[in-house]
């Protein structure tokens, strides 16, 4: 008698894996622009929560270089970039959907200064002989580089502070040269400096808008994604009340 009933209970078993095989996650490649690091991890959560099959896979980087990246092969499903620049040029070249550039943000240029450091909240700031090196974002690949260069030049005080400026790949590793004490001051993202040991170690200033040219975010699904239907989910909900809540609580102004 046991044996049969080891038997039958072997035999549901083998039946009800055969009718409902274990679900495949179907991996979502993002190309995405530094300054989302931290809201994207979020984003991507509650995304799943709507989209359990989909994984989101998020590769960070300056927004020029990956659009090299994407322009050489890339395998990426959706790119967000930092700026509509970046996208758009995809979309002329054919790499990108003909749905062409979805808006999703607006980020913000601030100034974050080591809190030993005294004067004034502003750029001029940056011309104090206690600041050493300046962190600031590639401005050839990052959007933000872009944007913190011409503050400068428009402040009038690019030439007294370029031999300090010390240049890195993207915002999120300019944000990492200030928390690491690699620099005492910097020009990164709004999002960035409201990292706990920014915030615990220095002072932000919002840059004035009418400093730069506005940081405007765009998102566009790639022609080469393996998963377009997917992709285009995953851009509504980030245009969703939902995904603009989360963007907004991480520093991110509205499209």
């Known amino acids: 008698m ?10 549901l078993l083998g039946a009800s894996l055969w009718a409902a095989p274990p679900a495949v996650a179907i991996p979502l490649a993002i190309a995405a622009a530094a300054d989302l690091r931290g809201s994207l991890e979020e984003l991507a959560e509650a995304f799943r929560k709507t ?11 300056a927004s ?18 930092a700026d509509m620049g970046y996208p758009k040029r995809l979309v002329q070249a054919g790499l990108a ?13 601030v100034l974050w200064v080591r809190k030993e450091v005294a ?17 600031l ?24 502070v370029q031999a300090r400026l010390v240049f890195a790949e993207n915002v ?15 020009l990164i993202s709004r999002s960035q400096a409201r990292q706990p040991t920014l915030k615990a170690a220095g002072w932000v200033w919002p840059v004035p808008q009418e400093f730069y040219a506005p940081l405007q975010q765009g998102a566009v699904v790639l022609a ?18 939902n995904g603009q809540a989360i963007l907004a609580r991480n520093g991110f102004g509205k499209p």
């Open 137 to 160: 974002a590639n401005p050839r690949l990052a959007p933000y580089g872009r944007a913190g260069a011409e503050a400068l030049r428009k402040s009038g005080c690019y030439g007294a």
């Open 224 to 241: 080469r994604s393996t998963y377009p239907n997917e992709a285009r989910a995953f851009l509504d909900y980030l245009l969703s009340p």
């Open 172 to 186: 999120a590793q300019a944000a990492q040269y200030l928390w690491t004490g690699a620099a005492e001051a910097g």
């Open 119 to 135: 004067g004034k909240e502003g750029l001029q700031v940056l011309t104090n002989p206690a600041i050493k090196r300046i962190a």
């Open 51 to 61: 989209h359990p099959a989909v994984l989101v896979q998020v590769s960070y980087g």
């Open 64 to 81: 020029g270089g990956l659009t090299a990246q994407i322009e050489q092969g890339a395998p990426f499903d959706i790119f967000l970039s």
């Open 97 to 109: 959907t003909q749905e062409g550039v979805s808006g999703f943000a607006t980020g913000e240029l």
């Open 2 to 11: 046991r044996i049969r009933r080891g038997l039958a209970a072997l035999l």
